[in-house]
């Protein structure tokens, strides 16, 4: 599939991160009206993509997401309004297709959905749910999603709801449904998930190159090759921050990864931060922080190794000054996103071509139980 290079997608997202403001944190109320007033200003700079993420932590207020879009398609009236996430092991199928097809009926047709396992898991005990069934809930969720948005009426049963006999939901969503994404954070068995059910892939890389993602890229395109199905998107959701130059805003956004990563080097095992590992991850690693220049270079290298046809950039972080999330969302859509357009333009042949894949990939699919 050969995209026009001047349609790639830029897309800005929040996990309802905590801002400050004057040096104070704002309150709930606060940093909910903020969302959606960096939805309208997304959307007024030009940004394709609105999403914001569903999550339990101490701090973030993105606990009722299709509450949040509804709001922010009322602000709006031509950006794509989505999820950065959504934890569909926790979520009941029926009640998502509802809340989903409101929004979109509410935002005329913009609602979109990317649907992941949840790699932070306070959801689980929160409403009841063994971790023991982390796999299978959402294996068998997504099937009764996937199936709600596809066909009119559904009869279906399974292991961890009551069964539905002949069920029509309303109100209806479009035909097919609503565009609905797999997030993924690594594993080859989601990838091939998303190739058996015919929908797109987002890519989370929170450490690392985001090029090693490139044998998840084609194993995914081969897998819908295999299977009999038209070439589907592959988008990347990546962290950072945009100034004026680099090391404004390295030093910027530093304070903020720092604090972030080594709670999670206490509760989830990653590397305590250092300045050496920040340097590694902002110049070769998973953050996209910088310039406009060496943003839009880093997403135009990232495209062409994964067959990308969307960016999404999470714009916050705890405790990032709510001016300084404005400027990455303005520099995004105003500088980033065109010149992004502009240098996929000009090597056109490199970009989704796809070509032989590596014998890593044959390796990943014999080991994949998914594998088709």
Do not use: C
């Amino acid at each position: 599939m050969q995209v026009d290079p001047t349609k790639f997608e830029i897309g800005a997202d929040s996990f309802g991160d905590p801002a400050t403001d004057a040096g104070h944190v704002l309150s709930d109320p606060e940093q909910v009206r903020l969302l959606v007033r960096e939805a309208q200003l997304a959307e007024s700079v030009g940004i394709d993509v609105f999403s914001i993420g569903e999550h339990y932590r101490p701090g973030n207020v993105d606990t009722a997401t299709p509450v949040l879009l509804a709001a922010a398609a009322q602000a709006t009236s031509t950006i794509r309004l989505g999820t950065a996430v959504t934890v569909l092991s926790t979520n009941d199928p029926v009640r998502l297709y509802q809340a989903f097809a409101t929004v979109d009926a509410v935002s005329n047709g913009r609602a979109r959905v990317i649907l992941g396992r949840a790699s932070s898991v306070e959801s689980f005990s929160l409403f009841g749910f063994n971790m023991a069934d982390y796999d299978a809930l959402f294996e068998e969720n997504l099937n009764l999603f996937v199936r709600l948005m596809r066909e009119e009426r559904v009869t279906w049963s399974g292991q961890h709801r009551s069964p539905l006999q002949g069920v029509r939901l309303q109100p209806r969503m479009p035909e097919g449904g609503i565009p609905a994404w797999i997030g993924i954070g690594g594993s080859p068995e989601s990838v091939v998930r998303a190739a058996r059910y015919g929908l797109p892939l987002m890519i989370s890389v929170v450490a690392g190159p985001p090029e090693r993602f490139a044998a998840h890229a084609d194993l995914y395109l081969r897998s819908l090759d295999q299977l009999g199905r038209p070439e589907l998107p592959i988008a990347h959701h990546g962290n950072g921050l945009i100034a004026e130059t680099d090391e404004e805003a390295q030093d910027a956004y530093w304070p903020h990864w720092e604090a972030l990563m080594t709670q999670a080097s206490t509760e989830r095992g990653f590397p305590a931060p250092s300045r050496a590992l920040y340097a590694k991850e902002v110049t070769t690693g998973a953050l996209f922080v910088g310039s406009v220049e060496t943003l839009a270079r880093r997403i135009d290298s990232v495209a062409r190794s994964n067959h990308l046809s969307r960016f999404d950039l999470k714009y916050d972080l705890p405790g990032i000054p709510r001016e300084a999330r404005e400027r990455s969302i303005r520099l995004l859509g105003e500088q980033v996103a065109p010149r992004v357009r502009e240098l996929l333009t000009e090597r056109p042949d490199d970009w989704h071509v796809l070509g032989r894949p590596p014998a890593t990939i044959a390796i990943i699919q014999q080991r994949s139980r998914l594998a088709p």
